[in-house]
């Protein structure tokens, strides 16, 4: 498979994956008493209120980027220590509900098909990847390292003194993880890959019966 061909295979899921997980955040929120999101025009399945233009293009160069972060007010929510909780879970929660709807079909129609270029195969494909990329953003988001969904979760099962010292390092976390990828590269090892490995051949085999990661 070409690379032209894979990015016209890869990029519906990679879209759909951003929008689910950013609209989740934002529906919860909504449902949990902040409207931030609704009146920033952000609780849509439309792909374009999503996208952060330099994060997609990231994707799709090295396959690591991000999505436009949907803005929440904690101070809205009726409970913002437990509510923040559960706006965080929404975003990874959805991918892996994303992931089992789109792994159903692959139990039916195999993998065996991936090896021909018929109508069924791209399709095939494509739901493969959208498997794999949604198991991926969701565990992928749950380390607990700020700005990840994983720190806001962490934070809000903490004791508040605790919690609010480690809101204090949310501004080293983006160089946290930058550096976990480039001492990764260095050392030809990849750091996150390793990690994520373990829950991508868990869920995927749960969802489909398969090991994606062993597929693509």
């Given at each position: 498979?070409?690379?032209?061909?894979?990015l016209?295979?890869?990029?519906?899921?990679?879209?759909?994956?951003?929008?689910?997980h950013?609209?989740?955040?934002?529906?919860v929120?909504d449902r949990?008493?902040?409207?931030?999101?609704?009146?920033?025009?952000?609780?849509?399945?439309?792909?374009?209120?999503?996208?952060?233009?330099?994060?997609t293009?990231?994707?799709f160069v090295?396959?690591?980027?991000w999505?436009?972060?949907?803005?929440?007010?904690?101070?809205?929510l009726?409970?913002p220590?437990?509510?923040m909780?559960?706006?965080s879970?929404?975003?990874?929660?959805?991918?892996?509900?994303?992931a089992?709807l789109l792994?159903?079909?692959?139990?039916?129609?195999?993998?065996?098909?991936?090896?021909?270029?018929?109508f069924?195969?791209?399709?095939?494909?494509?739901?493969?990847?959208?498997?794999?990329?949604?198991?991926?953003?969701?565990?992928f988001?749950?380390?607990?390292?700020?700005?990840?969904?994983g720190?806001?979760?962490?934070?809000?099962?903490?004791?508040?003194?605790?919690?609010?010292?480690?809101?204090?390092?949310?501004?080293?976390g983006?160089?946290?993880?930058?550096?976990?990828?480039?001492?990764?590269?260095?050392?030809?090892?990849?750091?996150?890959?390793?990690?994520?490995?373990?829950?991508?051949?868990?869920?995927?085999y749960?969802?489909?019966?398969?090991?994606?990661?062993?597929v693509?």
């Amino acid at each position: 498979m070409n690379y032209l061909t894979q990015l016209l295979l890869i990029a519906p899921p990679i879209l759909l994956a951003l929008t689910v997980h950013e609209y989740a955040h934002g529906m919860v929120a909504d449902r949990l008493g902040d409207p931030t999101a609704r009146y920033a025009g952000r609780l849509t399945l439309n792909p374009l209120a999503h996208l952060d233009p330099i994060g997609t293009l990231m994707l799709f160069v090295v396959h690591f980027g991000w999505a436009k972060p949907v803005p929440v007010n904690p101070y809205n929510l009726r409970n913002p220590r437990r509510d923040m909780i559960w706006v965080s879970l929404a975003g990874p929660g959805a991918n892996l509900a994303l992931a089992f709807l789109l792994g159903l079909p692959l139990r039916l129609l195999g993998l065996d098909r991936l090896s021909t270029a018929s109508f069924m195969d791209v399709v095939v494909v494509m739901l493969v990847y959208g498997v794999f990329i949604n198991i991926v953003l969701a565990i992928f988001n749950l380390i607990p390292i700020p700005p990840l969904d994983g720190s806001k979760i962490l934070a809000g099962l903490m004791p508040a003194e605790q919690a609010w010292k480690f809101e204090q390092f949310e501004r080293y976390g983006p160089m946290l993880l930058l550096g976990i990828i480039v001492m990764g590269s260095l050392l030809h090892i990849s750091i996150l890959g390793t990690f994520l490995r373990p829950f991508i051949s868990l869920f995927s085999y749960l969802f489909t019966g398969h090991n994606l990661g062993a597929v693509l």
